[in-house]
């Protein structure tokens, strides 16, 4: 009920939000989001006031999702050695005083279950 509430109470305000700044008329966060925005543009080479054609944007749009899938994959194959990991495993550290790979096969009583 509460998620009802809140997207029933923003949805004239962001949706005037998003007609102004599809509009191209000022919005109220120009003046400090528009140099921000700038710089971001001069980086990736954009031109505010040009066109993007669709060969363009189908280009800009492969470019992306691959850089995308990298930087993901690079995650994941990093993952044990990012921090805050949560099952703390480094490679090649040793948790257990045994050097078997897996957990013991003794259950709880004691008895051997292989």
């Known amino acids: 009920m ?10 004239k ?16 966060l120009d003046r ?5 925005e700038r710089v971001f543009y001069r980086l990736a080479g954009v031109r505010a006031d040009q066109e993007m054609g669709w060969k363009r944007y189908a280009a800009a749009m492969l470019v992306f999702n691959a850089l995308g899938f990298l930087v ?16 703390d495993s480094w ?3 040793r948790t257990r005083r045994s050097t078997r790979p897996f957990p013991s096969p003794r259950t709880p ?6």
């Open 2 to 11: 509460l998620y009802l509430t809140v997207l029933l109470a923003l949805a």
């Open 13 to 28: 305000p962001l949706g005037w939000f998003m007609a102004r700044v599809y509009e191209g008329k000022a919005c109220g």
């Open 32 to 36: 400090v989001l528009g140099p921000v």
């Open 72 to 87: 993901v994959y690079g995650l994941q194959r990093l993952q044990q050695l990012l921090p805050f990991n949560p099952q």
């Open 91 to 93: 490679p090649f550290r």
């Open 109 to 114: 009583t004691g008895r051997v279950t292989v």
